[in-house]
């Protein structure tokens, strides 16, 4: 058999109990209120007839009937003398009841079809015994009643089938929605066009909600996509350059004769394996850092000592581009850290200010403490990096048109930047162009959770 529909199910779990919840309230209705209009005829019977028995005057042993009305309210009155003889009203306006005079008594009495209630009271006024008795009958009580059961009847279908009618128009709407979803999220695995979005009438309900976050998800995994995408090509771009150049070089190196050529040509396929070795292992870093794999190897370092080792190795680089390479480094400065990372670091920053420097330019390494921190910043007085270019120096494979000239692979800065947030560190640039930058580093002393 066919499950029906949420939509469906939804609807007739909520039409049933509706169902149920007004047969309840009408059984309920139709039982109290019964008691409460007997209730409410027989107070007021009562009410009328002692009311009756304030007004009777006595003149004489005569009764005196003027001024006094014998039907109130639906409320006929009769007054009997000691013996039971009708003494007012003298013309009979209402139904007489034949039963006996009982004091205080309500009675039921049935009478021509019909229900009756009957009120006697004993009472004496003007030195005169007299009986009023009232009478009312309870057919207002029934036909109330009836009145109500033709109205419940014609209402609750009313009332269940518009209940039914906006249920299942509501849920239909919410479901309509999802049907889109549904059919968007098909178009998207079928075609893997991931700009496709859930459609969001961005009414802020649930099933709008959800579509905002899906979208969201799908906006998040279109950019890691791209990304990757990018970084495929880009990697695959960088790596065909030094491959090309070997297999070139090795094809030239085969059919050249002369010595001193062979030794140019393994130059140059030293040169571009090392490129390729140096992209590779950067490569490696950042596809073990994006699947999460890179456990840092957390030890005390002794930041300044790398500091002073790193300006060291480039010593000799700076002097043949006769560039002054100087230090300001307090010294004892240590951190929890990851060493092979920190040399990546200062490796690529002080290369970079050394790289992209002029002739005859200075290289500034600082290092200081400040409170929990230390703040090391690499300043060089070189070309210079453009406010447009401030914002991509930190992408993959990026280069600066001028830098192209020069060895590198536009890995180094991304590097940087992840080195910064594995160590909870954060680095800022600020640069002109043809005067110089200054890479600013601040990193946490103590490893922080
Ligand atoms: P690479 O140095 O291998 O090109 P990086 O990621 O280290 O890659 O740097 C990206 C780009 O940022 C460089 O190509 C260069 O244009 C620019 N850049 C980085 N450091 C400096 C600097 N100190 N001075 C001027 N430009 C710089």
């Known amino acids: 058999m066919k499950k029906l529909s949420i939509k469906g199910r939804v609807t007739l779990w909520y039409t049933s109990l509706l169902i149920m919840l007004l047969c309840v309230v009408v059984v309920y209705l139709f039982a109290f209120s019964g008691q409460v209009f007997t209730r409410q005829i027989k107070y007021k019977l009562l009410d009328i007839v002692s009311d009756t028995v304030q007004e009777v005057r006595f003149h004489n042993g005569e009764m005196d009937t003027e001024d006094m009305d014998f039907y109130k309210d639906g409320v006929s009155i009769f007054v009997y003398d000691t013996n039971g003889r009708l003494i007012a009203p003298r013309i009979n306006r209402g139904m007489q009841v034949d039963s006996i005079l009982e004091d205080q008594s309500v009675k039921r009495v049935v009478m021509e079809k019909e229900v009756w209630m009957v009120h006697d009271l004993y009472a004496e006024k003007d030195d005169t015994g007299f009986w009023v008795r009232g009478i009312i009958s309870t057919s207002e009580v029934t036909s109330t009643l009836q009145n109500m059961i033709i109205l419940a009847l014609c209402a ?170 100087q230090c300001n480094i307090e010294s004892g400065i240590s951190l929890w850290a990851d060493e092979t990372l920190c040399i990546r670091l200062l490796t690529n920053l002080i290369g970079n200010a050394v790289k992209y420097n002029k002739k005859g330019g200075n290289v500034i390494v600082s290092l200081k403490k400040e409170n929990e921190s230390c703040i090391l910043s690499v300043k060089d007085t070189g070309k210079g990096i453009s406010k447009e270019e401030q914002e991509k120096i930190w992408h993959r494979f990026y280069r600066g048109d001028s830098a192209r000239s020069s060895e590198g692979t536009g890995l180094g800065l991304s590097m940087v930047k992840w080195i910064c947030t594995v160590h909870r560190g954060e680095i800022f640039v600020e640069s002109e162009p043809d005067i110089g930058s200054i890479f600013t580093i601040k990193f946490p002393l103590e490893k922080k959770d």
């Not at 979005?197 to 899906?214: C, F, H, V, Y």
């Not at 990697?235 to 190196?253: D, F, K, M, N």
């Not at 190897?297 to 480039?314: G, I, Q």
């Open 156 to 325: 609750v279908p009313v009332f269940i089938g518009v209940a039914w009618i906006g249920g299942w128009l509501i849920t239909k709407r919410a479901f309509a929605v999802i049907g889109e979803m549904t059919k968007t999220a098909e178009s998207i695995i079928s075609g893997e066009d991931l700009t496709l979005r859930l459609p969001n009438d961005s009414s802020g309900d649930e099933i709008s909600n959800l579509s905002a976050t899906i979208n969201k998800m799908l906006a998040r995994l279109q950019k890691v996509f791209e990304r990757e995408r990018q970084f495929t090509s880009d990697a695959s771009h960088e790596l065909r350059t030094p491959v090309s150049i070997i297999l070139s070089q090795c094809e030239y190196g085969l059919e050249t004769v002369e010595e001193k050529e062979k030794q140019y040509c393994f130059e140059a396929i030293l040169r571009q394996g090392k490129r390729m070795s140096t992209l590779l292992s950067q490569l490696l870093l950042l596809a073990r850092a994006d699947s999460g794999r890179f456990q840092p190897d957390w030890e005390r370092v002794d930041f300044s000592e790398l500091c002073e080792m790193t300006v060291e190795e480039w010593e000799e680089k700076a002097q043949e581009e006769d560039i002054k390479l």
